[in-house]
């Protein structure tokens, strides 16, 4: 595998995720057994992303409340324009692009920062498989280095110590496979074996159909000989891939992706979804079933993360957990605080309107 040309492909979020965070947390000369140096990389990524995109967290909660706010000033109008121009849809349609106007109400800013986080999404999702397929075909050429560098050498020893061809192609194969388990070492997190594999029944060590495939949990690394890859990475699928029974032994336990997928719902809970602005010539049923569409995106969402926690690496559902860990903690705080706003901001209202009495 040409590493160059590997490494031509690896998108802008990858590259600063593996060739800078990383190597950065690598310099720092810490070794866990619990928490390996991908996952701190991880963790550190995610607050920093989540810190720069807290602004578009702030401006949507305040685009949402006040939205909120105009319609429910609005509805009574639209509620009157629905039943009056309920039989004409062009009609029904200029009615209510004119109340819209009249409050100011922009719809297309309502939905702008679901798009924006929507994009940062996918952006951060291809980085992080980017990255992921980088690091499995460095390793990969690492220990096809090691393999070969060390078979040469036994090679010679035992040929030079007069052992025959046959004996010293088995002393070298065996001394090859030995140096390729000695030089491989997993990245950890918690109880999950290989971060850079998803955290479920998967295999800790890429087969060779999972490491050359393509297709969703694939790595898709194609430019690679099948035969050389079985040959260098069989030492360690023997020794991480099956248990002391032999039986396959999991990369995991899904303990992230059932987190990923608690917390989201969780946190789903906890914003109450903004009532869906009717599209201008739009009916009243037409909206009620909008909104219903809006409230059913909310158990679609975890659902949908949890599908990507199933079969992409534990990195990048690590990266869903911590980010839906901060989103909770923010929302948290952020209900709290705007409960405080209200009940000031009603009892403002009631001292006023007391005092006009």
């Not at 990524?45 to 706010?69: C, E, G, H, M, Y």
């Not at 290989?194 to 479920?200: L, Q, S, V």
Request: include cysteine.
């Amino acid at each position: 595998m040409d590493i160059m040309s590997l490494a031509t492909e690896l998108n802008l979020m990858g590259k600063f995720v593996y060739n800078v965070l990383y190597k950065w947390v690598l310099s720092w000369g810490i070794e866990s057994e619990v928490i390996g140096s991908f996952a701190v990389t991880v963790i550190l990524f995610t607050l920093i992303l989540k810190l720069i995109t807290s602004p578009l967290d702030v401006w949507q909660k305040i685009i949402a409340r006040s939205n909120s706010k105009k319609m429910e000033i609005m509805k009574p109008e639209l509620d009157k324009v629905n039943k009056l121009y309920a039989n004409d849809r062009n009609m029904l349609a200029v009615k209510q692009r004119e109340v819209y106007q009249k409050y100011k109400y922009s719809t297309f800013k309502a939905c702008l920062p679901t798009i924006v986080t929507l994009v940062v999404f996918m952006v951060v999702f291809s980085g992080f498989n980017s990255a992921v397929k980088y690091h499995n075909s460095v390793v990969f050429d690492d220990l096809q280095t090691v393999y070969e560098e060390s078979y040469a050498n036994a090679y010679t020893a035992a040929v030079n110590g007069g052992a025959s061809d046959v004996d010293a192609a088995n002393a070298a194969t065996e001394a090859a496979e030995q140096a390729v388990v000695d030089n491989y070492e997993l990245e950890k997190f918690l109880l999950t074996k290989n971060i850079f594999m998803p955290d479920t029944w998967k295999s800790p060590i890429p087969d060779v159909s999972t490491y050359a495939g393509t297709g969703m949990g694939k790595l898709g690394i194609t430019e690679v000989d099948k035969t050389t890859y079985e040959k260098v990475m069989q030492p360690i699928i023997d020794e991480y891939n099956y248990n002391e029974k032999g039986k396959n032994a999991w990369n995991g336990y899904l303990i992230l992706p059932v987190l990923v997928a608690v917390l989201s719902i969780v946190s789903s809970k906890m914003i109450k979804p903004a009532e869906q602005p009717q599209v201008a010539g739009q009916t009243e049923e037409q909206a009620k079933m909008q909104q219903s569409q809006a409230k059913m995106m909310q158990y679609m969402m975890p659902l949908i993360m949890a599908v990507f926690s199933l079969f992409y690496s534990s990195a990048f559902t690590l990266y869903m957990f911590v980010s839906s860990l901060f989103s909770f903690i923010f929302n948290l705080v952020w209900n709290i605080v705007q409960k405080k706003q209200d009940a000031i901001e009603r009892d403002r209202v009631m001292s006023t309107t007391v005092k006009k009495k």
